[in-house]
């Protein structure tokens, strides 16, 4: 079992930026991703970003790409989304996945673990 705690989500104006984090415990694995996706009220989960434990990313739009910067610390088992420039499109509940193998799809079916998320507000 892998256990992942999300935080820094806030209310935040648009235009500022913020960081989520999401810690990892539990069972060890050797090779893994981690994922971000966010869903907002009336929508679907979607994907935002998702990073291998060897560091390569992807993202899920050019959008999210200029603005977003996914990261992992994998001596704190950590990853982190840097996000900029928010708008209020952005406003959901930030989640983090955990993917026991390697493989940067979007699909959540594709990961095993979740968080159990954290809210970003963003005001106009």
């Known amino acids: 079992q892998v256990q992942l705690v999300e935080s820094g989500g806030r209310l935040v104006q648009a235009g500022g930026s913020l960081r989520l984090s999401c810690a990892a415990s539990?069972?060890?694995?050797?090779?893994?991703?981690m994922g971000w996706f966010r869903q907002a009220p009336g929508k679907e989960r979607e994907f935002v970003a998702a990073?291998?434990?060897?560091?390569?990313?992807?993202y899920a739009t050019d959008s999210v790409k200029a603005r977003f910067a996914i990261s992992r610390d994998n001596a704190k088992n950590t990853v982190y989304l840097q996000m900029n420039r928010l708008a209020p499109e952005d406003t959901a509940v930030y989640y983090c996945a955990f993917r026991e193998r390697l493989g940067l799809g979007g699909s959540p079916r594709l990961y095993d673990y979740w968080g159990q998320g954290t809210q970003v507000t963003v005001s106009s």
């Open positions: 539990g069972k060890t694995f050797t090779q893994y991703t």
């Open positions: 990073v291998t434990w060897s560091g390569n990313s992807a």
